[in-house]
């Protein structure tokens, strides 16, 4: 009985090591926010500024910020805060399309009142350098 257990461990160990691996890829959270620093949101009302240039749509991101504790309330800049931090995992350099709504009471978060906020998170195209132009000998 004893040489049938030892291939059954043998794989449950190497399915948990595997497991394992694999939720350690990810970038750290200080690294994370680090990169969130450089995310640029671009709220409705600054967007048209941030639109002359061009983007690749990496993904849709959410955040929430809600008051769990009795008199402390969500708030926005925090769920702003978060949608940045979201971005950065995604590798995007902005968030543009941003929506932000005040839900009320809202127990899916673990709170009682939330601050929900979505947008699309972009890569902005990298530009070439511009050719010098070329000589011609006279």
């Not at 090591?17 to 600054?46: M, N």
Request: proline fraction near 6%.
């Amino acid at each position: 009985m004893k040489r049938t257990m030892r291939p059954k461990l043998a794989g449950a160990l190497a399915l948990l090591l595997a497991i394992l691996t694999a939720c350690s890829t990810g970038p750290s959270e200080p690294v994370i926010r680090k990169k969130a620093g450089s995310v640029t949101l671009l709220l409705p009302e600054t967007q048209g500024a941030g639109l002359n240039r061009k983007y690749e749509l990496v993904s849709t991101v959410k955040s929430a910020s809600c008051g769990r504790q009795q008199g402390s309330g969500p708030s926005l800049e925090e769920a702003q805060k978060m949608l940045k931090m979201e971005a950065a995992k995604v590798g995007a350099d902005a968030v543009m399309n941003i929506s932000c709504e005040d839900t009320g009471v809202h127990f899916s978060y673990g709170c009682g009142h939330a601050i929900k906020c979505h947008g699309d998170a972009v890569q902005w195209e990298k530009t070439k350098p511009a050719k010098a132009p070329e000589e011609t000998e006279p």
